[in-house]
């Protein structure tokens, strides 16, 4: 994997670190000096020899311990060790260490985090420390002691749940970071950064429109990128996505202030948003439900039918709107309703099909009525930002250049107060860089 982070170009691009996760390790310390042990047979050159074969290639060498008793997989944690894990760790030759929060409690985080981060910086080695503390203090990010996590020297932090390989994960995590946000933003900076889990693009769990989104807004909300895929099997749309000069830059630019969610929530179109170190914004016009997969019929929005039952389960739990497409195409209890159904995407991803013609309709936020039409295109959504809302300034004799991230390349026309995105696909994001320049 070290070789293909470099041939590939994610090394050059700044991709920098192979990781190990979870399980690496053997069930016993060693019986003389204390220290872990790597699994005898998955690592039977031990781990200094890992770390080398890593470096050889000019990547760093990420690990994986855990602030309680045991790790989450049931391996030994470093609670108590702290100091003996940490030189060992030093004397493989890691530059990255992610300290899970399994089998502890706030006591333990409050007091082994900081052990661990005091241990690190003794080692005179310079290890990336990346903590899970915040993800095991629920979901309010407001009263999350994010100032302690910086005094205790961590460099990154997870914040919530573990991303899953699908997209109703993803946009899970987008709305959690879209409504808590603004609390998150003056935590952010150079050294310390919010972690919402790991890109999974390249794995063939996404749309290429999705993953786009994922790529857009972990870059606006300055997010460390971590790749969890195999780098040997990734599709060449997916590279592109991942090896995208411009989004990159985005995301590491050098003022390192975190974007966020400039609209309130909405489901179905939402304006991300983040402000640059020369002036530029940068942002993100994500369609989270307008339009329509191919397929599918848009017939009502903010309305239900009276009659109906879920699909896939009682509730209906659980969709994205293709696959309550498809649910409703292939069950059979849902052939009276002459395809019609309604969804939720912010309600559990709530699928209903209709029972009957769905004539009898009722009024409800955030449901819309669709009708399945086998040989309907799939169709987007124009989504329009004005540069007043974004803080954007344009001064007297000045108008706004637009970079079309994805493409790399300018917009021909300039624009003075506002800019409409056009037919953004659904779950797609128009990713664009605004700058204003002298009018010719």
Request: charged share 15%.
């Amino acid at each position: 994997m070290a070789a293909a982070l470099a041939s590939e170009g994610y090394l050059d691009a700044g991709y920098s670190s192979i990781s190990i996760d979870d399980c690496w390790e053997d069930s016993v310390r060693d019986n003389e000096t204390g220290a872990l042990l790597p699994d005898p047979k998955r690592f039977p050159h031990g781990m200094k020899a890992l770390g080398t074969q890593i470096h050889s290639h000019g990547a760093r060498f990420g690990i994986y311990s855990d602030v309680g008793t045991r790790t989450c997989g049931g391996f030994l944690g470093s609670k108590g060790h702290e100091a003996l894990d940490a030189d060992t760790f030093a004397s493989w030759g890691v530059d990255y260490l992610k300290l899970d929060g399994c089998y502890s409690n706030v006591t333990g985080f409050t007091q082994g985090y900081p052990k661990m981060g005091s241990a690190l910086q003794n080692t005179g080695r310079d290890i990336v420390y990346s903590c899970s503390w915040p993800a095991y203090l629920g979901g309010n990010e407001s009263n999350k002691p994010y100032a302690a996590m910086i005094e205790a020297g961590c460099n990154s932090w997870r914040n919530w749940e573990d991303i899953q390989c699908d997209w109703s994960s993803v946009s899970q995590i987008i709305e959690h970071w879209g409504t808590w946000g603004e609390a998150m933003v003056p935590f952010a900076g150079p050294g310390h950064w919010h972690d919402p889990d790991m890109l999974v693009i390249g794995n063939g769990c996404l749309t290429l429109a999705e993953e786009q989104t994922q790529m857009a807004l972990w870059s606006i909300v300055a997010a460390p990128l971590i790749m969890g895929n195999d780098l040997r099997n990734v599709s060449a749309a997916s590279k592109a996505i991942l090896l995208n000069p411009h989004a990159i830059s985005v995301d590491q630019d050098p003022m390192g202030r975190m974007g966020y969610r400039l609209t309130s929530e909405d489901y179905t179109t939402q304006i991300w948003v983040r402000h640059l170190e020369n002036g530029d914004v940068a942002v993100g016009l994500f369609n989270y439900n307008g339009g329509s997969p191919a397929g599918v019929r848009w017939i009502a929005g903010d309305a239900y039918c009276a009659h109906a039952k879920g699909v896939g389960s009682v509730d209906g739990f659980g969709h994205t709107l293709a696959s309550c497409r498809d649910g409703v195409a292939n069950d059979t209890g849902c052939a009276s309703g002459h395809g019609f159904f309604y969804y939720n995407p912010g309600y559990n991803g709530q699928c209903m099909c209709a029972l009957d013609n769905c004539t009898d309709r009722g009024a409800i936020q955030g449901y819309t009525i669709y009708q399945l039409s086998p040989h309907a295109p799939p169709n987007g959504t124009d989504i329009t930002v004005d540069f007043a809302s974004l803080g954007l300034r344009v001064p007297a004799g000045y108008h706004v250049h637009v970079l079309d991230i994805w493409t790399g390349q300018p917009l021909e026309e300039h624009y003075n107060s506002s800019y409409t995105a056009k037919n953004v696909s659904q779950h797609g994001t128009s990713f664009l860089r605004f700058s204003t320049q002298p009018q010719p």
